[in-house]
Nanobody
Framework: QVQLVESGGDSVRAGGSLRLSCAASTHTSNRCMGWFRQAPGKEREGVASIDSADSTRYADSVKGRFTISKDNAENTLYLQMNGLKPEDTAMYFC??????????????????WGQGTQVTVSS
């Protein structure tokens, strides 16, 4: 069982930055860790993932702006978000899966989820 708790969401203006954190209750270094987001009326979408070898993948919409990282010693996952746009507004979730793979963006792969943290970007 893995418990995940996100933090760091806030309201910012377009062009601003935020860093989201996801604290895990146990070691997750051997898991695929992902960030997802869901805007009102939209499906949950994969934002980024990082695997046990620290290989990262990103949705096209955030490439070059967002960076996923992790601190295995602290069991914490991060998402650095720069150049935020109003379309980034959503509830952001972290999640854990046994492995990443080419379909890392599919939420069904992930067994454990946090409760989410809200990011709101105004123009």
């Amino acid at each position: 069982q893995v418990q995940l708790v996100e933090s760091g969401g806030d309201s910012v203006r377009a062009g601003g930055s935020l860093r989201l954190s996801c604290a895990a209750s146990t070691h997750t270094s051997n898991r695929c860790m992902g960030w997802f987001r869901q805007a009102p009326g939209k499906e949950r979408e994969g934002v980024a993932s990082i695997d046990s070898a620290d290989s990262t993948r990103y949705a096209d919409s955030v490439k070059g702006r967002f960076t996923i990282s992790k601190d295995n010693a602290e069991n914490t996952l991060y998402l650095q978000m720069n150049g935020l746009k109003p379309e980034d507004t959503a509830m952001y979730f972290c999640a854990a899966a046994p492995g990443c793979g080419s379909n890392w963006y599919q939420s069904a792969r992930y067994s454990y989820w946090g409760q989410g943290t809200q990011v709101t970007v105004s123009s």
